[in-house]
């Protein structure tokens, strides 16, 4: 955990400490590397959905040529993620569906209605024969539209559409080579705090996808 994060998870153990003690021990340690760009104030401001549900996010990553395809589906409000599949090939539409389908599984257990979808343009979402031809559908998008979901393509060149996922991946990156299975590594990062909810709660993305349930 970052100083910040580990602030608050040692206050919902009921421990006290400094952030700026935290911060001092982790650098010395050397787990903590200043980085003056991240320190710079953001360009964007981050958006978010209000509703579990109102929107999930999908992209595909590979941590490096030695290591298997990953697809996963999380969802905007709670950050948390609703499936994840790998495979040693890269995916396909069939993949895509798949695993959607299994995302929307997930977000029945908690009586979640997935709405809108957002995607990169790869090909095992998006048909790029498009630009040749509107009417054009890949069988993902096709798989959507009988679904009733609005899918919402990112822009070109433009990866902050999706950057939920896009962050998410670096923690892919350090952490999911610690655990025996995806389904291991996607339980133990619902089930962890996370510093865009509630902090002061040491809030994880499981409670918060509860909390965060259309009512009305």
């Not at 903590?32 to 929107?55: A, F, T, W």
């Not at 610690?178 to 994880?204: M, P, V």
Request: proline content about 5%; glycine content about 4%; aromatic content about 10%.
């Amino acid at each position: 955990l970052s100083p910040r994060l580990l602030y608050y998870e040692l206050k919902r153990r009921g421990l006290s400490a400094p952030k700026n003690k935290i911060y001092a021990y982790q650098k010395e340690k050397g787990r903590v590397i200043p980085n003056p760009d991240l320190q710079k104030k953001r360009k964007r401001c981050r958006y978010e959905r209000h509703h579990s549900g109102s929107l999930v996010h999908g992209d595909t990553h590979r941590t490096s040529e030695k290591h298997p395809y990953c697809l996963l589906w999380t969802d905007d409000a709670a950050r948390k993620i609703l499936s994840g599949i790998e495979s040693l090939k890269p995916m396909t539409n069939k993949d895509s569906i798949r695993s959607f389908n299994l995302a929307e599984k997930e977000a029945d257990k908690y009586n979640v209605i997935i709405f809108q979808v957002n995607t990169d343009r790869g090909p095992e979402f998006f048909s790029n024969k498009k630009e040749k031809n509107k009417d054009s559908k890949s069988e993902f998008e096709g798989h959507l539209i009988k679904k009733g979901k609005q899918h919402i393509p990112s822009r070109i060149k433009n990866p902050q559409t999706n950057g939920k996922l896009e962050r998410l991946w670096l923690e892919y990156n350090r952490h999911r080579w610690r655990f025996r299975t995806l389904k291991e590594w996607i339980d133990w990062y619902n089930n962890r705090l996370h510093g865009a909810l509630k902090l002061e709660w040491a809030e994880t993305p499981n409670e918060s996808y509860i909390r965060k349930r259309r009512t009305e």
